[in-house]
Nanobody, 125 residues
Framework: VQLQAFGGGLVQTWDFLRLSCSAS????????MGWFRQAPGKEREFVASIDWSDRMTDYADSVKGRFSISRDNAQNTVYLQMNSLKPEDTAVYHC???????????????????WGKGTLVTVSS
């Protein structure tokens, strides 16, 4: 299994970024995909998830209304559009995959089955 996130960088408050994640080694089109983040000195945090059919999404309260998750099953790619970025969004962002749709609470507690290398997002004030 390989998951590689791209698109991080240094931006200013209220800027936007679009992260992408390429996946291989598992059946992407039938997997739930998600994004997590980990800020320095903090625990891993669930950010968003999307089901295999693109009909269900879920978000952490801290990003609702600002972030949007989407996927392209033909390209085995999942995206995270991040708008109105804040300094507290600064973290390493990881994409992840799972075989089963779970609640955000469950993902926060147990994570997902598949994990990839992250990309650093830094938001300056």
């Amino acid at each position: 299994v390989q998951l590689q996130a791209f698109g991080g960088g240094l931006v200013q408050t209220w800027d936007f970024l679009r992260l992408s994640c390429s996946a291989s080694g598992f059946t992407f089109s039938t997997s739930v995909m998600g994004w997590f983040r980990q800020a320095p000195g903090k625990e891993r945090e669930f950010v968003a998830s999307i089901d295999w059919s693109d009909r269900m999404t879920d978000y952490a309260d801290s990003v609702k209304g600002r972030f949007s998750i989407s996927r392209d099953n033909a390209q085995n790619t999942v995206y995270l559009q991040m708008n109105s970025l804040k300094p507290e969004d600064t973290a390493v962002y990881h994409c992840a995959g799972d075989r089963i749709w779970r609640t955000s609470t469950a993902y926060s507690r147990r994570g997902m089955n598949y994990w990839g290398k992250g990309t650093l997002v830094t938001v300056s004030s």
